[in-house]
């Protein structure tokens, strides 16, 4: 259908709101501060332990109102980039979103070299590093109890399947289960995993790399 737009600004819409500030505010600086800026971002973007004093010590020069009209802004444009899958967002794909948020084009370029050569790999680490994820399982160990005396006498002799849970977060849960219950969860795994399969081999799901 005509009129309808296949792509979407990687920045999203509405923009956030340090980018607006940070569009609207450029043509009161000069290209070197913003380039300034834009390291200081990529520098913190990818240290393990960003500190305030290494801030303060990487924009010494840069004046507080620089600070507050840019920086933002960068770290925004920086972390929704890294959000983007990388096949998604090539640098043609980028600077043409940027086009569209009416960045000048003259500011396109530390933006690009920034995300687009050799500081990625490691923007892409720090980025993993801080996406927020669910615990996965590290170690699974189990094991069969037989009641042989019981104080209620309706268990007695009926086994039960002792499973120790241990995540990659080092935290450990244990949980009893009857031989009903367990088989319930064998079939109920492997129902997940055929239904898994089934949509991997699906075009729409197959992601390029």
Excluded at 63 to 74: K, M, R, S
Excluded at 98 to 125: K, Q, V, W
Excluded at 171 to 183: Q, R
Aim: glycine share 4%; charged share 25%; with cysteine.
């Amino acid at each position: 259908m005509s009129g309808i737009k296949d792509h979407v600004n990687f920045l999203g819409y509405p923009l956030p709101p340090g980018v607006s500030l940070l569009v609207k505010s450029l043509k009161k600086y000069d290209i070197s501060v913003f380039e300034r800026l834009v390291t200081v971002a990529v520098k913190m973007s990818s240290d393990t332990n960003p500190t305030n004093d290494k801030f303060s010590n990487l924009t010494k020069g840069i004046t507080q109102e620089a600070i507050n009209h840019i920086y933002p802004g960068v770290c925004s444009i920086i972390r929704k980039a890294m959000r983007t899958p990388k096949h998604l967002l090539k640098k043609n794909v980028f600077e043409n979103d940027l086009n569209e948020i009416m960045l000048p084009t003259s500011f396109h370029a530390p933006l690009s070299t920034a995300l687009f050569g050799d500081a990625r790999p490691l923007l892409e680490d720090n980025a993993h590093e801080q996406r927020p994820h669910v615990a996965t399982l590290s170690k699974l160990r189990w094991r069969v109890d037989v009641a042989i005396s019981n104080a209620s006498l309706n268990r007695v002799m009926e086994p039960t399947i002792l499973i120790t849970i241990t995540t990659d977060k080092g935290e450990e849960h244990t949980l009893e289960v009857s031989k009903e219950k367990f088989h319930q969860l064998r079939y109920s795994v492997l129902e997940v995993l055929n239904y898994m399969q089934q949509l991997e081999k699906r075009s729409i799901f197959q992601v390029e790399t």
